[in-house]
């Protein structure tokens, strides 16, 4: 798989409930960060992981990472209709300066009122 | 909140024109970045910008792009010569100087190339 590929590829779930979703990247990482795409609009940062942490929370909002799985995932609590959004994670190599962001493929995440 | 502004937010051009795509980072930060979004594809990583040259350009961003920061508030993307497969959405997005910051994005300008 490519740098940053998220699963599932599409969700939909019943608003309260909550929604997981998984990112995968291949090389090492400085941070790992998420955003979220209205349809048609730009990105939206949620949340930035640094490589030596392993949890994060915001608001609804938590994001664990594995460094030793390439792996992180994002966690919405008690979904809302407003949460219906695409969701990328990105990723940014070692290194000081410019850490250019790679992108996974995202996750279509559509809340059932 | 500071925003990065994007304008225009929708560009319709002809093949082989030049176009230019504006963008406002916020005030105090100091790189900048273009990135393009194909409709139904990855967003893709152009260029970026700090201290008035480019730090690292992709395979994408070929002769036919230039990046300016003319004064000290604007920052421009260049398209000299559209193709058709330059139609997609560009991003510009910008950064503070602190060490492990996120990059914040404008809304983005579609542009069409007919």
């Known amino acids: 798989s490519q740098q940053g590929e998220e699963d599932p590829q599409a969700l939909s779930i019943q608003e309260g409930e909550n929604a997981t979703m998984n990112c995968s990247y291949k090389t090492s990482i400085n941070n790992l960060q998420w955003y979220r795409q209205n349809s048609g609009r730009g990105l939206v940062h949620l949340i930035l992981?640094?490589?030596?942490?392993r949890e994060k929370h915001s608001g609804r909002l938590r994001v664990t990472l594995d460094t030793s799985k390439k792996s992180s995932s994002l966690l919405i609590t008690a979904s809302r209709a407003a949460d219906t959004a695409s969701y990328f994670c990105?990723?940014?190599?070692?290194?000081?300066?410019?850490?250019?962001?790679?992108f996974g493929t995202g996750t279509r995440l559509t809340i059932i009122p | 909140e500071p925003e990065v502004t994007q304008t225009p937010s929708h560009q319709v051009t002809q093949m082989g024109q030049e176009v230019i795509l504006r963008c406002v980072p916020i005030s105090n930060h100091l790189y900048f970045y273009w990135y393009r979004q194909i409709l139904g594809q990855k967003v893709e990583f152009l260029v970026s910008f700090y201290n008035n040259e480019i730090s690292e350009k992709s395979e994408i961003f070929d002769d036919q792009f230039s990046v300016e920061r003319p004064d000290g508030s604007n920052f421009t993307l260049k398209i000299r010569s559209t193709k058709l497969e330059d139609s997609a959405m560009y991003f510009c997005?910008?950064?503070?100087?602190?060490?492990?910051?996120?990059?914040?994005f404008g809304d983005g300008t579609r542009l069409s190339i007919l």
């Open positions: 997005a910008s950064r503070g100087v602190r060490f492990n910051q996120p990059q914040h």
């Open positions: 990105a990723t940014d190599s070692p290194g000081f300066g410019n850490e250019k962001l790679t």
């Open positions: 992981i640094r490589s030596n942490e």
